[in-house]
């Protein structure tokens, strides 16, 4: 606004807010202007004094201001409230004879008569100044101040509304709507039965309050819930459990509601407006049903018919401040009422009620009378109700709800109520003014509005109302008559729920004014002002209901009357009409009726005064213009003020009379001169208007914006009560449509109900800007038009899609059946020139005419932004806008276009294809009709027509068609060279076809339609801004790889089968799922149209009703490479398979057990079967062979042990020991000779047994139970005990050689190399694959990096690195390979560590458990043997220049320390000097050895049991001695004894003596040393621990004899075998085995080897006990 302002040179402000008041309606009136420093902004008169808002927010007073102490005569200059200076005002209000502002923080101060309280200040009968008034909130702890957005005054009261949209009220009587009793209440109290409703706005009357409320949506049921009635202390919601349904109940009616009257205080009825709508046709009850005047227990057709008249919604609890309700005639009424067998008319009202909350649905009736969707007196919020419902929804279910929503609320009220005139006189006397003419009057004013008025409530009540299954209640209609039942379930209304509570967006909802509000109306009734229907009054808020869904933007209040303005720019006006003020000839009305106004007069805002009404609004020119309706004010009128206020009344009756009042409202003729007037007020006999100046056209330009959309609403909301839910109800629809068209009726219905009631909110939202800003700022179109552009986008595709099916053509006949031939309602509202246009047209018109208005809102920003420097921002926003809606405009049209082509080729098109091509969203860009495209080779007489739709191109022949979805189509174009073809090559993933055109034009139209099909296609349709023909000609190629889904048809492998997923020209490439119609999925890589890369497979079993299960890697559609395969039996392979057999190295396990299944298979595969080296271990049977395999069968040479320690080597046949075979069992006693069958023995062989003798023969039978046997017995070493046995078995002949195990392993590691077979391949292609798997693999893992720890993915970058691998190889060299290759195996993504866990794998498999015999120790030693020079073979081909085993690195020039410094402990792992012979057991043993050591060591232990126990035995013994004694036994000279140890802990550095008895204390740091040989793997680390032992033993003896020291072999022994036996190693044997068998040929001779046999001399020793 301010460009605006300087954009026009004045500052001043002088354009805007100009105030012109006047009075009366006479033609000679002129307004005065009142000149003020500013503009105002907002203006409110009492009786006879006004208060003005400024802009900087001063206030202003002018008028007769008795409470000043100054008098100032009445028709001074308004005089500033200087009590308000330093306050910036933002609201003023104005009672009777006080006043009220509204400071910016929320302060409220307050001024003028006092003499009630409504000032809200204790002491004073009369506030001369602004006084502050504090709202305090005393529930909340400590009690806070409550902020106030507006206030509203009457004569003796006044509202606040508060920031948290709460009403606060003070002053005095019963229209405060406090549950008190002492008046006047000075202090600001809250209306607490209006607590947890969003308020909107307060009016107040002289004597009443008007409450404007949101209704209830999703969004308030954060409110706490209320759950007792605040007066009355009952249960607002009460639930009886029948035995087949459950009744709940909101039925309380809280007896303070009413005001008592003054005969005998009987309760009057709250709420009779819908009893007195009865119709003639309808039967009248007998006159029982006094139900209606006591609306004590509105309970429900259940109870009633049960007869239950339970306590509890039943009897009415007396009012305390009443004795006599309890007098005995009370009670009787009281009891009376219950046993009426019908329900009244509150009763139902509430149970729908219920039922429309429970389902959060709006319902209406169809004649606009019942919207019961808010709660009646005793309500304070749903919530509570909600959770009660939500608790017994079991019981009650939706069948209630349907069946309510299924019945016409308004055919059941009238059913169930009587007319007013019969209601018995016995329980109150005749309301004054209530006859039966009213009643009839009330029908038929109400009937003929719903007919004529779009005030119906929305499509979208009925809709849902109708739409619900009906199912019938148990019990609940069975006193219904038969009529009624056929009438609830005639299905009126088959149509979808459209809009949901709360508004059309989500966004919306936040952004946009409500329209879903209610009026609730409270205080003195006597003129019918509170809109009830009944001139009584009401001591608590209360809904007027027949407002509901009227969509009630704003409320006024005149002295007696009230008004309610709806969005749909109409007046409902109810109370006094005394002077005419109600705008309509009735007498006083008690239920708001619509005021009259002339056809296309749009009233947008209304204000009431003492006698009269005030109405801004639209006419046919831009400019407002007001009417006035209510009583002439003659000039010499003002002395009678004077009088006393009793007189008063008298006189103006009579002057009213005399001075004439307005049958409707009259337009004042002088409102043109005013300019833009954007706001009217009125209050006592006085009239306001504010206006501006048209300054540069922007005022101007504001009012047209929103007289626009008010004008659109209005003919929105016609068009949808008058045509489209009429439309909707007619019973026959569906059928004449067919299902698909009528539920593209549905939608199209529903977007229309939508984008209505977007632009209605959007018309209310504009008409409060003019009324309060006036700016470009709070256009909620500049900011949201994503909103609105939506909302079009989406109507617009849905009216699409229903022309397209010809719904128009369908709709032609049910229409002309309905409005008849003489369509002029839909001429006029299609705004339709044409003589006779035809029904479809005037349809289609009728349909498209929302889509003008954006036009309309692209004019009007432009129109607005014309206003502005070109420069400024406001210029910007409104320009951007502006295009927005155009480019809106032009796809629109386009689309509009395409439907419309597309309709007509359906009508051309030959009827069969049509049915199952049409479908509601494909459009047609082109065809070939013209024989402009033709198939390249068909046949001479084949009919070959393309069509190119939005989503696929057909191609249909003489009588069939085939659909090629666009997303899965690929179109090039052939180069013409000499052939003299245009011929394009279409490619679809199971057909390739040429298609040739006529000319290259035609080419090169069809390839450009084509691909930007394609390309929109694969864009979504929703983004289709790329305009159709970007005139360039330049080809928008879509891309040639993809992401789209397609199902296979054509016989093959994939028949059926539906992708999904990447796509390449043509074939599935790249990720992607290919799901089979058997259960079978693929997830995982394609390539060129096949499985290959990493994928997973599930393929159902249906024998066993479970899936079989790959994981692994593909290659053409085959499993091929590692996977694991978990069968639907419970077995899994793991391994690697090729052409999707198991084939290679792989491992099945089988059984049911998850945790160890009965049998695993580890070896060797050939096409499926186990054919190879293998290892099988038979859990069950506890037995383990390893050997070889043909055709899953054991076959050749194998070993068996089993866990009873049997161990048999030999050959197999046919899965079978068959053949030359040994037998040993535990004991040693041993067979060697034929064998027939597992563990039975037939033919010759030889028998030994444990101690040596041996039988020699033929035997027969199975071991262990008995064997025959022929032959001799022989017994050596009868006489010659002392030589040794000659008879022992050598074991190890017949089983596999370890060079032939694992083959499979290995040749896998080699062809991951890229070699064929053993070291055929090239070195740098090998290098290449190593990188690559790791990238790949890396890869892999990144997509779920759960797979690997920080530390893998460091080592997986460090190995990308591809190390020098080639030159000679010095020491550093050297050294980096032994660090390259230990990261290598540490990571199974690398080949070599792949290897090595599988080796690691297979050998633990070998050697655990059963396979833990010690006779397999040579065979697990040369198996690791066996390892390591094929691992180095694989080294040496990677670095090639790497010495061969035993080669020698030279030595590097610089003179590296010959030996290690005597006493540094730098005990590095691998031994220092042996590491310049390369060997395979210095590189790779560090790697291996310590993941095999287990199984390994386990071995060597079984293996030396028995030595070790006898060595350790004596350790025991020998350990007992202390030191001294021990060293003397040992044989240890004199000069080696410690003296004195050095003591740790007492001080460092002191020496303590050694005592004969001291133990454990001398070469105690050479024993620590030694005792870590136990926790080394290699050979050569232990070799390094006896070598550190040595020095430390040295070093010791050395600070002894203070002197260097040179030992002999006689001296060294025996402190050595001192340490050795102090160090207590258990498994001295296996360790010294271990390190025999695998030691590093090359360090046998050196000073290692030396210091070994040593060691190994001590254990013999130790052993045999040789130690005196």
Not at 1215 to 1240: A, H, V
Request: net charge negative; with cysteine.
């Amino acid at each position: 606004m301010e460009t605006q302002r300087k954009s026009s040179g004045d500052d001043c402000g002088g354009e805007r807010g100009l105030l012109h008041t006047w009075k009366g309606y006479s033609c000679s009136i002129t307004p005065e202007r009142l000149l003020l420093p500013r503009p105002v902004l907002q203006v409110a008169l009492g009786t006879r004094h006004g208060v003005l808002l400024v802009e900087g927010g001063q206030v202003y007073s002018f008028g007769d201001l008795p409470w000043k102490q100054s008098q100032v005569p009445e028709l001074a200059k308004p005089t500033l409230e200087s009590a308000l200076s330093g306050q910036r005002v933002v609201a003023v209000a104005a009672g009777s004879f006080h006043s009220g502002a509204v400071t910016e923080d929320g302060g409220v101060h307050m001024w003028g008569d006092n003499g009630a309280g409504q000032c809200g200040l204790s002491s004073l009968s009369s506030v001369p100044n602004p006084t502050p008034v504090a709202l305090v909130d005393s529930d909340t702890s400590p009690p806070q101040t409550v902020p106030v957005l507006e206030l509203a005054c009457g004569q003796q009261h006044t509202l606040a509304l508060s920031v948290q949209r709460e009403v606060w009220a003070w002053g005095s009587g019963c229209q405060l709507g406090l549950n008190v009793s002492v008046f006047p209440v000075w202090k600001p109290q809250k209306v607490e039965h209006l607590a947890g409703r969003y308020v909107l706005q307060v009016a107040c009357g002289a004597s009443h309050s008007l409450a404007l409320v949101r209704c209830l949506g999703p969004l308030d049921v954060h409110r706490p819930p209320v759950d007792k009635c605040g007066q009355c202390n009952q249960l607002l919601y009460t639930m009886t459990d029948k035995e087949d349904h459950v009744i709940i109940s909101d039925s309380h009616y809280c007896p303070l509601g009413v005001e008592l009257t003054e005969d005998e205080g009987r309760l009057e009825a709250p709420a009779l407006t819908q009893g007195l709508k009865t119709s003639p046709s309808e039967p009248v009850l007998p006159s029982q049903t006094s139900t209606l005047a006591n609306n004590s227990d509105p309970s429900h057709p259940q109870d009633l018919e049960k007869g239950d008249s339970s306590l509890a919604n039943g009897a009415l609890p007396a009012s305390d401040s009443d004795p006599s309700a309890e007098s005995a005639d009370g009670g009787g009424a009281v009891a009376g009422v219950k046993n009426s067998p019908y329900p009244d008319e509150q009763a139902v009202k509430d149970y729908l009620k219920k039922l429309s909350d429970n389902t959060q649905a709006e319902q209406t009736a169809k004649a606009g009378g019942l919207h019961a969707l808010l709660p009646s007196t005793g309500r304070e919020t749903s919530s509570t109700l909600n959770s009660l419902v939500a608790s017994c929804a079991s019981a009650v279910g939706e069948r209630v709800a349907s069946t309510y929503e299924a019945l016409s609320l308004k055919k059941m009220m009238n059913f169930y109520l009587p007319s007013g005139a019969s209601r018995s006189a016995g329980i109150t006397g005749a309301v004054p003014g209530v006859g039966d003419n009213t009643t009839e009057r009330v029908r038929q004013e109400d009937s003929m509005q719903a007919k004529k008025s779009s005030s119906t409530g929305d499509i979208r009540e009925e809709e849902a109302e109708g739409l619900r299954r009906r199912l019938s209640l148990p019990g609940l209609l069975s006193q219904v008559s038969p009529r009624l039942l056929r009438k609830a379930g005639r299905p009126r209304m088959r149509a979808v729920a459209l809009t949901p509570l709360g508004g059309a967006v989500p966004e919306a909802q936040e952004v946009l004014p409500t329209l879903q509000t209610e009026v609730w109306s409270w205080g003195h009734g006597e003129h019918g002002q509170l809109g009830h229907g009944d001139n009584l009054a009401r001591l608590q808020p209360l809904c007027i209901k027949s407002l509901n869904n009227k969509e009630v933007v704003r409320v006024a209040a005149g002295a007696h009357h009230s008004l309610a303005l709806t969005a749909q720019s109409q007046v409902f006006s109810w109370g006094s009409n005394s002077s005419g003020q109600l705008g309509h000839m009735e007498s006083p009305s008690t239920v708001p009726r619509l005021a009259k106004m002339s056809e296309g007069i749009r009233v947008w805002d209304v204000s009431a005064g003492e006698r009269h009404t005030l109405l801004l609004a639209d006419g046919d020119c831009i400019q407002p213009i007001i009417y006035y309706s209510g009583q002439q004010v003659k000039e010499g009128t003002e002395e009678n003020h004077a009088k006393e206020t009793g007189q008063q009344e008298e006189e103006e009756e009579g002057e009213q009379r005399v001075g004439g009042y307005t049958q409707q409202p009259v337009l004042l003729p002088f409102c043109m001169h005013l300019g833009y007037v954007s706001s009217v007020f009125a209050g006592g006999r006085r009239c306001v208007a504010l206006s501006d100046r048209n300054v540069m056209g922007f005022i101007a330009s504001l009012h047209e914006l929103a007289s626009a959309e008010r004008k659109f609403y209005c003919k929105l909301c016609n068009i949808k009560t008058q045509i489209i839910r009429p439309l909707l109800e007619l019973e026959s629809l569906s059928s004449a449509l067919g299902q698909v068209t009528f539920g593209l009726l549905q939608t199209l219905a529903g977007r229309f109900s939508l984008m209505c009631h977007l632009t209605g909110q959007h018309a209310a939202s504009l008409t409060s800007n003019l009324r309060r800003g006036r700016d470009v700022k709070s256009l909620l179109i500049l900011d949201h038009a994503d909103i609105f552009l939506d909302s079009y986008h989406e109507y617009c595709i849905a009216l699409g899609n229903f022309q397209v099916m010809g719904g128009f053509q369908a709709l032609t006949k049910p229409s002309l059946d309905f409005f008849g031939k003489s369509p002029e309602l839909l001429q006029r509202l299609a705004e339709c020139s044409e003589e006779n246009p035809a029904m479809a047209d005037l349809l289609v018109a009728l349909f498209c005419l929302p889509t003008r208005h954006l036009h309309e809102y692209g004019r009007l920003l432009l129109k607005l932004a014309t206003c502005f420097e070109v420069s400024s921002s406001d210029y910007q926003r409104l320009q951007d806008s502006c295009s927005k809606f155009e480019a809106l405009v032009l796809q629109l049209k386009r689309k509009r276009k395409e439907a419309e082509y597309t309709f007509h080729f359906w009508k051309s098109f030959p009827g069969k294809m049509t049915d199952s091509l049409r479908k509601p969203h494909r459009r047609l860009i082109c065809e070939s009709s013209n024989k402009a495209l033709t198939l390249q080779n068909a046949g001479r007489f084949s009919v070959n027509w393309f069509i190119l739709f939005n989503d696929a191109l057909v191609h249909a022949q003489f009588s069939t068609h085939h659909v090629f979805p666009l997303a899965t189509l690929w179109v090039e174009p052939i180069p013409e060279e000499n052939t003299g073809l245009y011929g394009l090559k279409v490619i679809t993933p199971e057909e390739t076809f040429t298609l040739l055109a006529c000319s290259p034009m035609e080419k090169a139209k069809w390839l450009r339609s084509i691909n930007q099909a394609v390309d929109q296609a694969l864009n979504g349709a929703g983004q289709d801004t790329a305009s159709v023909s970007s005139g360039t000609g330049q080809k928008l190629e879509p891309p040639i790889s993809r992401t789209a889904s397609y199902t296979f048809y054509k016989d093959g492998r994939l028949k059926e089968a539906t992708y999904e997923g990447r796509w390449l020209a043509g074939k599935p490439n790249g990720r992607g799922v290919l799901k089979w119609p058997d259960g079978r999925i693929y997830t995982g890589e394609f390539k060129n149209g096949l499985e290959d890369g990493f994928g997973e497979f599930v393929a159902p079993n249906k024998t066993l009703n479970k899936n079989d299960h790959y994981q692994g890697h593909w290659k053409d559609g085959k499993m091929h490479g590692l996977g694991t395969y978990r069968y639907a039996s419970g077995e899994v392979y793991d391994g690697s398979f090729q052409d999707g057999m198991r084939h290679g190295h792989g491992m099945l396990r089988s059984g049911k057990l998850n945790t160890s299944s009965p049998s695993v298979f580890i070896g060797q595969w050939l096409q499926d079967k186990k054919t190879g080296y293998g290892v099988f271990d038979d859990i069950t049977k506890g037995e383990k062979y390893m050997g070889m395999w043909q055709d899953h069968l054991r076959q050749g040479t194998g070993v068996v042990v089993t866990q009873f320690g049997l161990y048999y080597e030999g050959v197999f046949k046919d899965n079978k020991m068959m053949g030359t075979g040994i037998l040993l069992s535990e004991d040693d006693t041993t067979y060697e000779g034929e064998f027939s069958d597992d563990w039975t023995l037939n033919g010759k062989g030889v028998l030994t047994m444990a101690n040596g003798d041996y039988l020699e023969g033929s035997f027969g039978g199975e071991w262990g139970s008995g064997l025959k046997v022929t032959g001799s017995y022989f017994k050596p070493h009868l006489f010659d005990t002392d030589k040794e046995k000659t008879h022992a078995v050598k074991l190890g002949r017949l089983c596999v050689c370890a060079e032939d195990k694992w083959q499979a392993v290995f040749d896998e590691c080699w062809s991951q190399l890229g070699c064929e077979a053993l070291g055929q391949g090239e070195n740098s292609k090998a290098w290449e694959n190593i990188a690559v798997a790791l990238t790949t693999s890396r890869r892999h893992i990144e997509h779920s990096p759960e797979l690997l720890s920080r530390t893998h993915s460091k080592t997986l970058e460090s190995l990308e690195v591809i190390p020098q691998h080639e030159g000679p190889i010095t020491m550093e060299r050297y050294d980096s390979i032994r660090l390259y290759l230990i990261k290598a195996c540490d990571t199974p993504l690398h080949p070599l560590g792949r290897l090595v866990e599988t080796l690691v794998a297979v050998y633990r498999m070998t050697y655990v458990g059963v396979g833990a015999n010690r006779r397999l120790l040579p065979q697990a030693v040369n198996e690791i043997k066996s390892y390591l020079y094929r691992i180095f073979q694989i080294v040496r081909f990677l670095f090639q220049d790497l010495p061969e085993e035993g080669g020698v690195i030279p030595e590097p020039t610089t003179n590296v320390q010959d030996e290690t410094e005597p006493g540094s402990t730098d005990a590095q792992l691998d031994s220092p000097k042996p590491s310049r012979v390369v060997s395979s057991s210095a590189l790779l043993l560090p790697v291996l050895l310590p993941r095999l050591y287990p199984p390994l060591f386990t071995l060597y232990a079984l293996d030396k049991e028995k030595e070790d126990d006898v060595y350790w035995e004596c350790v025991l013994r020998l350990n007992k001695q202390p030191d001294l004694a021990l060293l003397a036994f040992l044989g240890v000279q004199q000069k080696f004894w410690p003296v004195s140890i050095p003591v740790s802990m007492p001080a460092p550095g002191e020496k303590q003596q050694v005592l004969s008895s001291t133990k454990d204390a001398c070469f105690a740091t050479a024993v620590e040393t030694l005792q870590q040989i136990s926790t080394t793997f290699t050979p050569s680390d232990k070799l390094q621990v006896i070598k550190l032992t040595f020095e430390e033993i040295t070093q010791e003896v050395q600070s002894l004899l203070k002197q260097d020291f040179l030992w002999s072999m006689d001296d060294l022994f025996p402190v050595f075998l001192y340490v050795v036996l102090r160090a207590r190693i258990r498994n001295l044997g296996s360790e010294v085995s271990l390190i025999e068998d695998l030691m590093d040929p090359c360090v046998q001779h050196g000073e290692h080897g030396i210091m070994f046999t040593t060691l190994k001399a001590c254990y013999y020793q130790i052993q045999h006990e040789k130690i005196h």
